[in-house]
T-cell receptor, first 116, second 113 residues
Framework: AQKITQTQPGMFVQEKEAVTLDCTYDTSDPSYGLFWYKQPSSGEMIFLIY??????QNATEGRYSLNFQKARKSANLVISASQLGDSAMYFC?????????????FGTGTQLKVEL | GAGVSQSPRYKVAKRGQDVALRCDPISGHVSLFWYQQALGQGPEFLTYFQNEAQLDKSGLPSDRFFAERPEGSVSTLKIQRTQQEDSAVYLCASSLGTMGPQHFGDGTRLSIL
């Protein structure tokens, strides 16, 4: 089974609208962390937001928020007030707290295109 | 700059040649990671260092791949006898501690002809 699943290969959103990028995960480890990264066409991976498995509240970071539903094993990224500069590939990733070391396991990504 | 620095940015090599990719992490970052990203895919883990100790090399695809971080700072990923399937972007990341977010460099795009 895939550890990280991103089911949306591509998404379009109008400028200034909100968009949700889906991510589901699979782990039996009670301690884990979930990350979202942005990768523009230039190639660098930019850290956006982090959610720990024991965090009681959903993480927020500026226009980014993480809709964490532990029972459903989902960690969707919500981008509010989309901007043209948000057009990029977005990756969801997981670090498992024990047994998985500190490595990140990434999904296949979602290509987001923000339109005027 | 203050970020993770990787060099070269692009590398073209003929099949069978050896290549060396360099990563200079953020100053003071204990943990260093190498990932391989094939075209259209997410990055895949190769190896992990904590200071100079290589604690996990389970992702290295073959014994042609070798990584080192002798002084706990700069790291080098070496690929011997390169093959076409080694063509990918190689990303280096570092983190302050063992559990913090990983900060990535711009990557080295390796093309094997």
């Amino acid at each position: 089974a895939q550890k990280i699943t991103q089911t949306q290969p591509g998404m379009f959103v109008q400028e200034k609208e909100a968009v949700t990028l889906d991510c589901t995960y699979d782990t039996s480890d009670p301690s884990y962390g979930l990350f979202w990264y942005k990768q523009p066409s230039s190639g660098e991976m930019i850290f956006l937001i982090y959610q720990g498995s024991y965090d009681q509240q959903n993480a927020t970071e500026g226009r980014y928020s993480l809709n964490f539903q532990k029972a459903r094993k989902s960690a969707n990224l919500v981008i509010s007030a989309s901007q043209l500069g948000d057009s990029a590939m977005y990756f969801c990733a997981m670090r498992e707290g024990t047994g998985g070391g500190n490595k990140l396991t990434f999904g296949t990504g979602t290509q987001l295109k923000v339109e005027l | 700059g203050a970020g993770v620095s990787q060099s070269p940015r692009y590398k073209v090599a003929k099949r069978g040649q050896d290549v060396a990719l360099r990563c200079d992490p953020i100053s003071g970052h204990v943990s260093l990671f190498w990932y391989q990203q094939a075209l259209g895919q997410g990055p895949e883990f190769l190896t992990y260092f904590q200071n100079e100790a290589q604690l996990d090399k389970s992702g290295l695809p073959s014994d042609r791949f070798f990584a080192e971080r002798p002084e706990g700072s700069v790291s080098t990923l070496k690929i011997q006898r390169t093959q076409q399937e080694d063509s990918a972007v190689y990303l280096c990341a570092s983190s302050l501690g063992t559990m913090g977010p990983q900060h990535f460099g711009d990557g080295t795009r390796l093309s094997i002809l």
